[in-house]
């Protein structure tokens, strides 16, 4: 049971719009920055959105995150097949003092 | 370029100690804390702990508490987890990562990570 919570699967077809949301609570998502992690199968995660808002150098402008009080979002546009991977969400809670992460999502391109 | 290249994989026995290792390259070592972070086959992340490189500081999630051990060696720029009493469970691969550093300010979230090292317990 993860602390963040995020949902198991998702899917479109190319070109479409997805959006990951992930949900935590007033020590988490509602205190701190987000983070959000793209990783293929037997890979490293690799940073895909830091500090909320903030694309590394490398990231297409497809990819945008937001935060609301103690949710979190992940939106894709422009769907591809090479976006078809997991996503996670992390962030620093304060009452355990460490890093959570959401469970993940796997995003499939129809 | 920053990387993080970790040592190989290892089998172990239940009982037995794990010490990973982390080789940092492409940034200045000292400036810069280090998360410890594991995944079990199948299974999401789990962040383990960090370490400050300076201080030798750690920080520990409270489910290592006890078993789990971050160090460095800041004359090579490498950083070590080390694991012990393993039992199967702890089957997984682990990686390090950077903490986000930018501008002269640290952030609670990690930017770069190793290639990480498979660890397994099988007795």
């Known amino acids: 049971q993860s602390v963040l919570t995020q949902p198991p699967s998702a899917s479109g077809t190319p070109g479409q719009r997805v959006t990951i949301s992930c949900s935590g609570s007033?020590?988490?998502?509602?205190?701190?920055?987000v983070y959000w992690y793209k990783q293929f199968p037997g890979m490293a995660p690799k940073l895909l959105m830091y500090?909320?808002?903030q694309r590394p150098s490398g990231v297409p402008d497809r990819f945008s995150g937001s935060k609301s009080g103690t949710s979190a979002s992940l939106a894709i546009s422009g769907l591809r097949s090479e976006d078809e991977a997991d996503y996670y969400c992390?962030?620093?809670?304060?009452?355990?003092?460490?890093?959570?992460f959401g469970g993940g999502t796997k995003l499939t391109v129809l | 370029q920053v990387q993080l290249v970790q040592s190989g994989a290892e089998v172990k026995k239940p009982g037995a100690s794990v010490k990973v290792s982390c080789k940092a390259s492409g940034y200045t070592f000292t400036n810069y804390d280090l998360n410890w972070v594991r995944q079990a086959t199948g299974q999401g992340l789990e962040w383990m702990g960090w370490?400050?490189?300076?201080?030798?500081?750690?920080g520990y999630a409270q489910k290592f508490q006890g078993r789990v051990t971050m160090t460095r060696n800041t004359a090579i720029s490498t950083a070590y987890m080390e694991l012990s009493s393993l039992r199967s469970e702890d089957t997984a691969v682990y990686y390090c990562?950077?903490?986000?550093?930018?501008?002269?300010?640290?952030?609670?979230?990690?930017?770069?990570w190793g290639q990480g090292t498979l660890v397994t317990v099988s007795s």
């Open positions: 500090r909320n808002t």
């Open positions: 007033s020590s988490n998502i509602g205190s701190n920055h």
């Open positions: 990562a950077r903490r986000d550093c930018s501008g002269g300010s640290c952030y609670l979230g990690v930017d770069y």
């Open positions: 370490m400050n490189p300076i201080s030798g500081n750690t």
């Open positions: 992390a962030v620093w809670d304060d009452s355990l003092s460490g890093v959570v």
